[in-house]
């Protein structure tokens, strides 16, 4: 999930096969080397049960959303291990590892910091999806004209290089967190060249990549496979947004003056959340209950990836998938527990969103964080 989020109805039910054709074409000819021939499989055993860790290398340090500069220490990531879980997925922003008057300069001792907390991860028995993670507007500044996307490719050249010693089997590098963009022609072509960059640097690690936009199924479906064949396919799960992001204080206005949306939906179990929401939010509620989402509608945004990722025989897996902490305690954990288990079903591995802040598994008690019960049992562990 990015740092701000925002969705229009609609936005992602686009049919576009002529834009799935075309970039299928485009990328039919293009070929280049990889070290390993596909994903490591003790690294795609690895990534079966995930949390994210959204604010430890995002945001200022110290970030105000965790409790101390380093955020984790080897009790929290021994805490995550026990809980079940098997890796963790590490958002990093440039800005915190590049030099601010000097983007392109990689800063040594950010970079050292940021591996021994990969050790640490290790340490701990978790493997590591690390993934550069901008602000919406550096985003925007790489779909422009301009030097930013040379600037982007040569901290990746930097990043993955400084990172490649790492053990393929224990660590995965993904391109962008939600590239928000609506045009998949423009990140397919800069998300190839960026994989050849980080190939060169990281000839045998998996590189996880996305559809465009905010990596939801459709936009996964969108992308044409790229001819390397040790990727990993990333999309994000948070269908509907009406619930998941019910409450949230950025992104689309709506979500803010929505509460208390139930799931499953329908027109009578929305009465109560449609007669206190006001007059411009009420019918978004009332639509949200016609929707009728339960766990069947869910499942088949998930067989759509399912059927995408067999018809070009690559693997996927689900980055990044929650629901805010607004939401009623049990439609949390029954959204959650569906969509884990449709998941699974699809024979992927997923990484829930999130270990701190809006969509928090955890609760902090006595100064530490320590998971809430509910959510591990949503989660199957």
């Known amino acids: 999930m990015g ?7 609609g936005a992602h039910v686009r049919a576009l096969p002529l834009l799935a054709a075309g970039l299928l074409l485009m990328t039919a000819c293009e070929r280049f080397d990889a070290g390993a021939d596909t994903p490591s499989p003790a690294l795609v055993t690895a990534l079966q049960r995930g949390v994210n860790l959204s604010h430890w290398w995002t945001g200022p340090a110290p970030n105000p959303v965790i409790r101390s500069r380093h955020a984790l220490e080897a009790a929290d990531l021994a805490g995550i291990r026990e809980a079940g879980f098997t890796h963790v997925r590490l958002p990093v922003d440039p800005v915190r ?32 999806i690390v993934v550069m993670q901008m602000d919406s507007e550096a985003k925007k500044r790489l779909f422009a004209s301009g030097g930013a996307v040379d ?10 290089r400084g990172l490649s010693d790492v053990p393929e089997d224990r660590l995965a590098l993904e391109v962008l967190n939600e590239p928000e963009t609506e045009n998949p022609w423009a990140w397919g072509r ?10 060169e ?8 990549v996305t559809g465009a936009h905010f990596s939801d ?20 799960f948070y269908t509907p947004h009406n619930f998941t992001h019910q ?20 027109p009578d179990a929305v009465k109560a959340a449609a007669a206190k929401a006001d007059a411009g939010a009420r019918s978004h509620v009332e639509h949200y209950g016609q929707q009728r989402w339960d766990t069947g509608k869910l499942r088949t945004r998930i067989q759509m990836v399912k059927q995408w990722a067999g018809r070009h025989g690559v693997t996927a897996q689900c980055t990044e998938f929650g629901v805010i902490e607004l939401a009623s305690p049990a439609d949390r954990e029954r959204w959650l527990g569906d969509s884990r288990r449709l998941i699974e079903e699809a024979g992927f591995g997923w990484t829930v969103w999130d270990y701190a802040g809006e969509f ?11 998971f809430d019960p509910s959510m591990l049992d949503a989660l199957g562990l």
């Open 201 to 208: 640097a990281a000839p045998d690690h998996s590189i996880i």
């Open 97 to 128: 590892v590049f030099e601010a008057e000097r983007p392109g300069v990689l800063r040594g001792s950010e970079i050292a910091r940021l591996k021994r907390d990969i050790a640490a991860v290790m340490d701990a028995g978790l493997a590591i």
């Open 217 to 236: 199924p459709t936009d996964l479906t969108m992308l044409a496979p790229l001819p390397d064949g040790n990727v990993i396919y990333g999309f994000h």
């Open 247 to 266: 409450g949230a204080s950025w992104g689309w206005d709506m979500w803010r003056r929505m509460r208390d949306l139930p799931f499953p939906s329908s």
């Open 360 to 370: 928090s598994i955890t609760r902090t008690q006595a100064g530490a964080q320590v």
């Open 151 to 160: 600037v982007f490719a040569s901290q990746w050249a930097q990043f993955a």
């Open 190 to 199: 800069l998300q190839r060249g960026l994989v050849e960059t980080i190939r």
């Open 3 to 9: 740092i701000v989020r925002f969705f229009r109805p």
